[in-house]
C-alpha cells in the first residue's frame, strides 16, 4: 500500500523535482566554473559554502521555493480537485495515507535539494578545483539550513489542508513559520539549538496535520 | 461485533443532522437501508443528499446522532469495513494524471479480495481501453471508470453519490442499467442519490425523499406511487377552498378547478368532497408517475408534508417534524 501512494505522489510531483533538479545542475555547474551560455571556462574566486555565498543564498531560495510547491501541491491539489473523496476512502486510516504522502515528499524534498549541495561539495573537495583549502565542516550550514527546510515544506502541507475561506486566512501557517529560517540561519554557530528547534517545529506542525486531516470535512 | 452479524440494515442512521453555518441541513435523519436493497436516495438540490452519504463515508462530520454501516459506527469505521463499501463520490473524483491501469495498480494494494477479472469484464463491457488517461475520458467513461474500481473489490454495500450526474440520456440508461446488472447480482446493497426519477423508477426497489433535510419518505417505490393520488375537482365557479385533512399535500385553484394532491386518497377525503360546498361538477382521481408524484410531493408546504415510512397507517401529517 505504501508503495502504491508512493508510486503516486512521485508521479504528481515528478515535475517538481525534475524542475528543481535542472535549476540546481545549472546553478552548480555555473559555481563551479564554466559558463552554462558559452561553455567557456572561467577561474572561480568565489569560496564555497561561506554564510552569504552565491550557493548558500541558492540553496535557501531553491529550497523554500520547492517546499512550498511540494506541499501544496500535495495537500490543497487533493481538495481543488475533490480526489481526497477517492483516496480517504481507501480501506487504511487517514493516519497512515497522510503519513505514506507526508514521507514521500519529505524525502523528495530532502533528495532534491540535497544533489547540489553534495555535488558542489564533491567538487570542492576535489584536490586542485579550488584555490583555497576545503573542510567538510564548512558545509555545516547549508545542511542545518537544508533540514531547516522539512518546517516550510509541513508548513506548506498544513497550510494547503486546512480549510480556510480566504487564500490570506490560508497561508497562516507559512506566514507563522516565514522568521523560522532567518533565525535557524543566525544560528548556525549553534547548530544543535537549530537542529532542535526543527525537530520541535516538524512536531507541532505534524500534529497539526493529523489533527486536520481527521477532523477537517472533505466536501 | 454482536450487531454486524444480526443487523438487518447495512445502513442505519439515528437522529443524524448536520449544520452549516445557522443552516440545518440535515435534519434528524433516521435512515434504514435494508441489505439487498437497491435504494433511491431522492430530493431537490440543496436538500442535504450528499452532506447525508459524505456523512455515512465519514468525509463529513455530523453535529448530532449517529450512523452505522454494515453494523459498524463510522466514526470508528476500520479498514477491513471500509474494504467491503464502495463509495463513488459525485463528479467521479480520479487522478487525472493517470492512465486507467495507473488508477486500477494505485487502487489494487488496498484490497485483500481484488477481482481483476472482474474489472477487466467491466472495462470490456464498456469498451475502456487501460491505456486510457482519465483526463481525456467523457464525464460517462470515467463514471464507468468509477464503477469498475468500486465493483472490483467485491464490496457488500455501495454507496454512489449521484452517480449519473452530467451524463446524456443514453450514457444514462447504459450506466444504469450496467449498474444493476453489475452490481445487484449478487444481493449487494446499493444506496444511490439522484434527482433523475426516471433514473430511480427504473432501479430502486426502496426510496427515500428528503426535502429540506428531513427524511419525508422513506418506502418502497410502487408504495409511495400508488399512496399519491391528484384529485382534480371541476366547478361551475369559483372553486372553493379545500379544508386541511390528513394526507393533503397541496391545494391549488386552476380557473374552474381546484387539484389536490393527497397521500392515501380514501373515504375521508371522499366524504369531504362531497360535503363541500358547492359540490364539483366532476371528480377526477388520477394515479401519478414516480416524477409527477415527486415533484407534487415535494414543491407542497415543506413542513407539514405528510411523512411516509412505508405502511398506510404510518402516513400522517407531521406538522412539527423538523422545524428548526
Known amino acids: ?219 | 461485533m454482536n450487531d454486524q452479524q444480526t443487523s438487518d440494515y447495512a445502513i442505519e442512521t439515528h437522529r443524524l443532522t448536520k449544520y452549516y453555518g445557522d443552516r440545518r441541513v440535515v435534519d434528524g435523519l433516521d435512515l434504514k437501508v435494508p441489505r439487498g436493497s437497491v435504494y433511491g436516495f431522492l430530493g431537490r438540490n440543496g436538500a442535504g443528499k450528499s452532506t447525508t452519504i459524505k456523512m455515512l463515508t465519514g468525509m463529513v462530520h455530523a453535529d448530532a446522532g449517529c450512523a452505522r454501516l454494515l453494523g459498524e459506527d463510522v466514526d470508528a469505521l476500520r479498514p477491513a469495513t471500509r474494504a467491503r463499501i464502495a463509495y463513488l463520490a459525485e463528479g467521479h473524483p480520479l487522478y487525472r494524471g493517470m492512465t486507467i491501469d495507473q488508477v486500477e495498480r494505485f487502487t489494487r494494494p488496498f484490497y485483500r479480495d481484488w477481482n481483476s477479472d472482474l474489472f477487466q469484464q467491466i472495462l470490456d463491457h464498456f469498451d475502456l481501453v487501460r491505456k486510457a488517461k482519465i483526463r481525456r475520458l467523457s464525464n460517462g467513461q470515467r463514471a464507468q471508470v468509477s464503477l469498475a474500481l468500486g465493483v472490483a473489490p467485491e464490496p457488500e454495500l455501495l454507496i454512489l453519490d449521484d452517480p449519473t450526474l452530467g451524463l446524456d440520456t443514453v450514457v444514462r440508461r447504459d450506466f444504469l442499467e450496467s449498474m444493476i446488472q453489475i452490481i445487484h447480482r449478487q444481493g449487494r446493497t446499493i444506496l444511490f442519490s439522484s434527482h433523475i426519477l426516471s433514473d430511480v423508477e427504473r432501479v430502486a426497489d426502496r426510496i427515500g425523499i428528503l426535502v429540506d433535510g428531513v427524511l419525508r419518505v422513506d418506502c418502497p417505490t410502487d408504495h409511495f406511487k400508488q399512496s399519491i393520488r391528484k384529485v382534480v375537482l371541476e366547478y361551475t365557479g369559483d372553486p372553493p377552498e379545500f379544508p386541511t385533512c390528513d394526507g393533503l399535500v397541496s391545494s391549488r385553484k386552476v380557473g374552474t378547478t381546484r387539484e389536490l394532491v393527497i397521500v392515501n386518497f380514501g373515504d375521508v377525503h371522499r366524504t369531504l368532497i362531497e360535503s363541500a360546498n358547492p359540490v364539483p361538477r366532476s371528480v377526477e382521481v388520477l394515479e401519478l408517475n414516480l416524477e409527477d408524484a415527486f415533484i407534487e410531493y415535494t414543491r407542497g408546504p415543506r413542513r407539514s408534508l405528510p411523512i411516509f415510512t412505508g405502511h398506510k397507517t404510518d402516513v400522517q401529517s407531521h406538522s412539527n417534524q423538523g422545524a428548526a
Open chain 1, 1 to 219: 500500500m505504501f508503495k502504491a501512494i508512493a508510486i503516486k505522489e512521485l508521479r504528481e510531483v515528478a515535475p517538481l523535482a525534475a524542475a528543481a533538479l535542472i535549476v540546481s545542475a545549472y546553478c552548480v555547474v555555473l559555481l563551479t566554473g564554466l559558463n552554462v551560455l558559452t561553455f567557456e571556462p572561467y577561474r572561480v574566486t568565489a569560496i564555497p559554502f561561506l554564510d552569504r555565498s552565491v550557493f548558500v543564498t541558492f540553496v535557501i531560495v531553491l529550497g523554500t521555493s520547492l517546499a512550498i510547491a511540494l506541499g501544496l501541491r500535495q495537500s490543497a491539489w487533493e481538495s481543488g480537485t475533490g480526489t481526497y473523496l477517492f483516496l480517504l476512502h481507501r480501506p487504511a486510516s487517514r493516519y497512515w495515507l497522510m503519513g505514506a504522502k507526508l514521507i514521500t515528499g519529505l524525502l523528495v524534498l530532502l533528495a532534491t535539494t540535497a544533489a547540489p549541495i553534495l555535488a558542489y561539495a564533491l567538487w570542492a573537495a576535489t584536490p586542485g578545483n579550488l584555490p583555497a583549502p576545503f573542510r567538510w565542516s564548512m558545509t555545516g550550514t547549508v545542511w542545518l539550513l537544508w533540514f531547516a527546510m522539512t518546517i516550510v515544506y509541513l508548513g506548506a502541507f498544513l497550510s494547503g489542508l486546512r480549510p480556510a475561506r480566504w487564500y490570506a486566512t490560508r497561508l497562516l501557517p507559512l506566514v507563522g513559520i516565514a522568521p523560522v529560517m532567518p533565525i535557524i540561519f543566525l544560528l548556525q554557530s549553534k547548530w544543535m539549538i537549530g537542529v532542535a528547534i526543527t525537530i520541535l517545529l516538524d512536531a507541532i506542525l505534524l500534529a497539526a496535520i493529523y489533527r486536520i486531516a481527521e477532523t477537517r470535512e472533505y466536501s
